[in-house]
């Protein structure tokens, strides 16, 4: 900036100035009044500078792991008590008809991050810590949010778990993020060791670190670390990604969070009491980031979006309701999740917005509150204008969901859905038939109305051909010399 308000200075004197390598001006003709003019114009440029950065927000995405639409308390949850979640609520825009990308993990964070869909990104299955066990490979190339925003401007950050790579060229610090405080892989076998079949993946940026404590309270703690410090640049807008592991299984809360559900609900089942103690407890933590966020004066200028990256597992006591099924299921009990945007001011703070959408259109909200270049070949739809109070376009939108997967069920193969309208056909494994539900009137899906609407069937299954062709284009496996010199 320094050496354009020089060029600037230039014009007005009819002085010249060589710019050294430490951005010196050294002086061939300046008199007094000239020194002024330069001055001040170095002051409104400056200050100039300064506004620009001011109104574009500070952005805070945060993804819970596997949260239920029926586990937080603002929407109906009888056991579970969320009260930061609610205030974030009561403080926002409330979502109740968003879908996640995904019913399982990576794909979910593929989409959210790239904006297009999990399969044209390389990323239709989870990316595990076991490569014969792997069924994606984040497509090299793609520009990632973070990438966009680091052009515009922000500095970025991801605290968390990533699940998108294990190693170059898919680690987070080579996808974007000019900060990584977390753990690379896909689950924690247990949230105090950190490990993953006995594996250490906690890094901070490219450094393998052994943090002590719950990865919940080290995630929130770090997160606010990084606050701390970008609170001291306030001329440099930020992006912070906080993608938390829990409530993932193992359902492990700490004792003393479990302690206190057993007292308050003595007959709760075992597994019901675990998972309530830990949503408690990431919703505490939740809290303590928020405030955080108050008391170092970032919330005016801080956007803040809540969601999670696929339904809860009910094997593991978690709830979905008013939803069918759970994790894994294309039913919208795996798919319907939490999502909350709190906006700078207050204007829509307490409203609820039933657009049907889907996670990845905050990367194209995001993109668009920061003023930064959209991506050209993106499926995600910017929900900027219900942030604005207005309605969204009449365009009609189609929502495509893939997820591909490993053992005896799905032996590698992948399986879909689509819903258009009122009609969603879907399967939850591949060599199931399909089944065509009419949300209009039947949203909780119990009715399979397949055989009673035959065209509808077909036009829906032609559209899944064209979605499946294009995903088809894109590698989802590592190039072969990869795979060769991890061995």
């Not at 393998?208 to 919940?216: K, L, M, N, S, Y």
Request: one cysteine or more.
């Amino acid at each position: 900036m320094l050496q354009t308000v020089a060029r600037y200075a230039m014009i007005c004197t009819g002085t010249c100035y060589d710019f050294g390598a430490s951005i010196v001006l050294r002086q061939i003709h300046f008199p007094l009044a000239a020194m002024l003019r330069f001055f001040v114009l170095l002051l409104l440029v400056s200050l100039t500078h300064l506004a620009v950065a001011a109104t574009r927000p500070n952005l805070i995405l945060i993804l819970a792991d596997d949260l239920g639409f029926g586990d937080v308390s603002y929407q109906g949850a009888p056991d579970i008590q969320t009260p930061n979640l609610d205030r974030l609520a009561t403080q926002g825009i409330t979502f109740s008809s968003m879908r996640a990308n995904c019913t399982v993990c990576s794909p979910t964070r593929a989409a959210l991050l790239t904006g297009r869909y999990a399969d044209r990104v390389g990323v239709p299955g989870v990316i595990r810590t076991s490569p014969e066990n792997s069924w994606g490979h984040l497509a090299a190339g793609v520009p990632t949010l973070a990438d966009r925003l680091g052009h515009s401007g922000y500095h970025t950050a991801i605290v968390g778990k990533w699940h998108l790579g294990l190693q170059t060229p898919n680690t987070p610090n080579e996808r974007g993020f000019d900060f990584f405080h977390g753990f690379l892989g896909d689950m924690m076998d247990d949230y105090y060791t950190h490990l993953r079949g006995g594996i250490n993946f906690m890094r901070k940026n490219q450094q393998t670190i052994e943090p002590r404590g719950h990865a919940t309270e080290l995630f929130t703690q770090w997160s606010i670390d990084y606050l701390r410090k970008r609170s001291e640049s306030a001329d440099q807008p930020f992006f912070l990604y906080l993608a938390y592991n829990a409530p993932h299984f193992p359902i492990q809360p700490p004792a003393d969070w479990l302690d206190r559900t057993r007292q308050r609900f003595p007959d709760l089942d075992d597994k019901r009491a675990h998972n309530v103690a830990f949503v408690e407890h990431l919703d505490h933590n939740l809290g303590t980031l928020l405030e955080q966020l108050d008391a170092l004066g970032l919330s005016q200028n801080t956007v803040v979006a809540f969601t999670s990256d696929n339904g809860g597992s009910l094997p593991h006591g978690q709830r979905n309701l008013p939803w069918r099924d759970g994790k894994q299921s294309h039913y919208d009990g795996g798919l319907r999740v939490p999502f909350i945007i709190r906006l700078t001011d207050a204007k829509r703070a307490g409203t609820t917005c039933d657009y049907a959408g889907l996670t990845f259109d905050l990367n194209a909200t995001f993109l668009e509150l920061a003023g930064a270049k959209p991506d050209a070949e993106t499926d995600a739809v910017s929900l900027m204008p219900i942030l604005r109070g207005a309605a969204m376009p009449d365009a009609p939108r189609e929502l495509y969901f893939v997820r591909r997967e490993g053992n005896n069920r799905y032996v590698g193969s992948a399986y879909h859905a689509v819903i258009r309208g009122k009609w969603k056909l879907l399967r939850n494994d591949p060599f199931t038939p399909y089944e065509l539900y009419d949300l209009s009137s039947d949203p909780q899906e119990t009715e399979n109305v397949v055989a009673k609407h035959p065209d509808v069937v077909n036009q829906l299954k032609r559209s899944l051909q064209a979605h499946i062709q294009q995903g088809g284009r894109v590698a989802w496996q590592p190039p072969m010399e990869q795979t060769a010199a991890d061995d």
